[in-house]
Structures are given as structure tokens and as C-alpha cells.
């Protein structure tokens, strides 16, 4: 009961915050109107080759549309502390870590479902705009890779804002955080690949080249696992984070 309270107190904070609002509406106008930029242009099938393609349709849901979540996420955590209103929060709920398991749970649910919906209505909004012989050829609840990206987005979302809350709750700064995991999933592991005699053995076991592996559907190179190990292996980084953020709470002073 003590944990259902909790997370009906953090939804409330969070849905009477106008600043959620607005970031959610960025999410939507990034991720929606890329498809409506696929769709319009979107050639004409030619030689019954299909035009419109999936991944081309949400591409900007995880390259642009993640980025505003992973604000999202740290900020849940981090807003508190920069109002000086984390005490107010322990005092009514003394287990810090249910406080963190609400948020977490409540924003990677958030999270899970908006991902989802936006992907469906990112297909048929492509759809609804593309030239009638592309149109024909493009089914999402047929094609293999649509499909797949119906579950391995909204999955890389709950992955992915495991980890941010969990960098949110080592740092408590929501600038550092947002700062240190935007660059982090923009690409800055690409930079130890070039690293003379050590990159390339290192690039493997870096979390987002992982987590790019296992959305691509392309396993990374000499990793010693494929495209599911590489989900698993960012689930773990995920995990692990969001562990120790929950052990730094408890320990340190409010």
C-alpha cells in the first residue's frame, strides 16, 4: 500500500507539471512529424519495389524522440533537489528507495506506452500521406520489421530510462545528468573506436553501441554476443545504475 501511494503522489507531481506537458509535445511533434515527412516524401513504387519503409518512418522516434524522454526521466528525479523539495518527500515517505522505485516505474511505464502509440501512429500517419502504390505495399501489422519495432522501441525506452534515472540519482543535478546522458546516447562512444591499438576492443562492451546494436537488428562487431545479447547487455548497465543510484540514496544526506 505504502509503494501504491507512492507512485499515486509522483504521478500527480508529474501530470500538474507544465514543463511535462511541453516535453511530451516535443516528443510527439519530433517523432510525428518526421513520419509525415516520410510520407509526403515517399517516391512511387517502381519495379514493385515497397518505398515505405519502417525504420525510415520512426527513425526520428529513437534519434530525436528519445532525447526529450531521457530529460524527462532525469528530471523526474533530479527537480526535487533543485527546489529543495527532496526532504519533503522523504519525511512522507522514509524508504527512499520505494520513492525511487515509484518514479522509475511510473516514468518506464509512461515511457513504454507513449513509445508504443507513437510508433502505430507514426505507420499510418506515413501511410495516409504516401503515394497511393506505396501505401498499397506498406501493412504494419504484416511486415516483419514494423512489427519488431512495435516492441523493441517501447523496450529500449524502458531500458534506456532505467539508465537515466539511475546517472539522475548518482549526480542529483539535472543539468550534469541531462548533460552526460545526452552526449553519452548521442555518440561519444564512437570516439574510443578510434582509440590506436585499444578501441576497437573496448568499443564492444560500451552500453549504447549495445543499445544501438540490439534496435538496428545489427549485432556489433567482434562482441561476443549477437543482437539479443546486446538488449541484455544494456539491460544490465540499466539494472546496475539504477541500483547503485538507489544505494547512493539511501546513504547519503537528503
Do not use: C
Not at 543535478?173 to 585499444?198: C, H, K, N, Y
Not at 539479443?228 to 548497465?237: C, E, I, M, N, R
Amino acid at each position: 500500500m505504502t509503494f501504491l501511494n507512492t507512485l499515486a503522489s509522483e504521478w500527480t507531481k508529474l501530470r500538474t507539471t507544465r514543463s511535462f506537458w511541453w516535453t511530451t509535445a516535443l516528443f510527439l511533434f519530433f517523432s510525428l512529424g518526421w513520419a509525415v515527412m516520410q510520407g509526403n516524401f515517399t517516391p512511387e513504387v517502381q519495379a514493385g519495389i515497397p518505398t515505405l519503409r519502417a525504420p525510415a518512418i520512426v527513425l526520428a522516434v529513437y534519434s530525436f524522440g528519445f532525447t526529450v524522454l531521457i530529460i524527462q526521466a532525469v528530471m523526474v528525479v533530479t527537480t526535487e533537489y533543485r527546489y529543495n523539495l527532496q526532504s519533503v518527500t522523504y519525511l512522507a515517505s522514509p524508504q527512499r528507495w520505494v520513492v525511487a522505485l515509484a518514479k522509475l516505474v511510473m516514468y518506464v511505464v509512461m515511457a513504454a506506452v507513449l513509445t508504443f502509440l507513437t510508433v502505430i501512429v507514426s505507420y499510418y500517419l506515413a501511410k495516409m500521406l504516401a503515394p497511393a502504390s506505396a501505401a498499397e505495399l506498406f501493412h504494419p501489422f504484416d511486415d516483419e520489421q514494423a512489427l519488431r519495432l512495435m516492441w523493441v522501441y517501447p523496450v529500449a525506452a524502458v531500458m534506456l530510462m532505467t539508465f537515466a534515472q539511475g546517472i539522475a540519482l548518482l549526480l542529483r543535478q539535472t543539468t550534469g545528468a541531462v548533460a552526460l546522458m545526452l552526449i553519452w546516447f548521442m555518440g561519444v562512444e564512437a570516439l574510443v573506436g578510434i582509440i590506436p591499438r585499444v578501441g576497437d576492443k573496448i568499443l564492444p562492451y560500451l552500453p549504447m553501441e549495445n543499445l544501438d546494436a540490439f534496435i538496428n537488428d545489427e549485432a556489433v562487431q567482434n562482441a561476443p554476443w549477437g543482437v539479443g545479447g546486446s538488449g541484455l547487455y544494456f539491460a544490465a548497465w540499466a539494472v546496475v545504475l539504477w541500483i547503485l543510484g538507489a544505494i547512493v540514496l539511501e546513504r547519503r544526506d537528503a
